[in-house]
């Protein structure tokens, strides 16, 4: 069983800055994929950036640049850096945990980030 909590969430000005985290509890974290998807209203939910467990990092070419994604293993809290953010980044920003086989694949309760003047 892994617990994701995500945080810092909120309304920003376009061309504004968040930083996101996700605190992850559980047993074997070291195992999982641990990756940021966002979902905006009326679209499916898409991947930011994931890392996995042997610390490869997959990030679709629309989400660089803009977007970069941190692990701190000490603490088993991913971080999620916005920058330049755009009306189009609204959504609901989730934290996932996908673990092969019997480990099941876990998600967060979401933050809402609102980008808007």
């Known amino acids: 069983q892994v617990q994701l909590v995500e945080s810092g969430g909120g309304l920003v000005q376009p061309g504004g800055s968040l930083r996101l985290s996700c605190a992850a509890s559980?047993?074997?974290?070291?195992?999982?994929?641990m990756g940021w998807y966002r979902q905006a209203p009326g679209k499916q939910r898409e991947l930011v950036a994931e890392i996995t467990s042997t610390g490869r990092k997959n990030q679709p070419d629309s989400m660089k640049g803009r977007f970069t994604m941190s692990r701190d293993n000490a603490k088993n809290t991913l971080y999620l850096q916005m920058n330049s953010l755009e009306p189009e980044d609204t959504g609901v920003y989730y934290c996932?945990?996908?673990?092969?086989?019997?480990?099941?694949?876990?998600w967060g309760q979401g933050t809402q980030v609102t980008v808007s003047s």
């Open positions: 559980g047993r074997l974290l070291m195992l999982y994929t």
């Open positions: 996932n945990a996908r673990g092969k086989g019997s480990l099941g694949d876990y």
